[in-house]
């Protein structure tokens, strides 16, 4: 079955850096977009990064263009998501993300706080 599982959230401070990751199993990875999305309580999931299954093609929200980077290592069945000049609104719980023959699946989240 379908697993994504994220980790590597914690509590940092203003301007500092995270990387997250999303293991994937269960599915052909290297053939999928892989997305990592963000939400905050009382507010929709925000779509924050995407990636092509090849790697080359990434697309990010404006709110994070510049400071975060998407990757994946196909042979690891792994998505980071490098998370720089981190800012007090970039605070959510962080999904990793995939359609896989119509289906939506999510992982279970990690919680980023940034706090002074």
């Known amino acids: 079955h379908v697993q994504l599982v994220e980790a590597g959230g914690g509590l940092v401070q203003p301007g500092a850096s995270l990387r997250l990751s999303c293991a994937a199993s269960g599915f052909t990875f290297s053939m999928h977009y892989i997305y990592w999305y963000r939400q905050t309580p009382g507010k929709e999931r925000e779509l924050v990064a995407v990636i092509a299954p090849n790697g080359i093609w990434k697309n990010y929200a404006n709110t994070v263009q510049g400071r975060f980077d998407i990757s994946r290592l196909n042979g690891n069945n792994t998505v980071f998501l490098q998370m720089n000049s981190l800012k007090f609104e970039d605070t959510a719980v962080y999904y990793c993300?995939?359609?896989?023959?119509?289906?939506?699946?999510w992982g279970q989240g990690t919680q980023v706080t940034v706090s002074s």
């Open positions: 993300h995939a359609r896989i023959s119509a289906r939506e699946y």
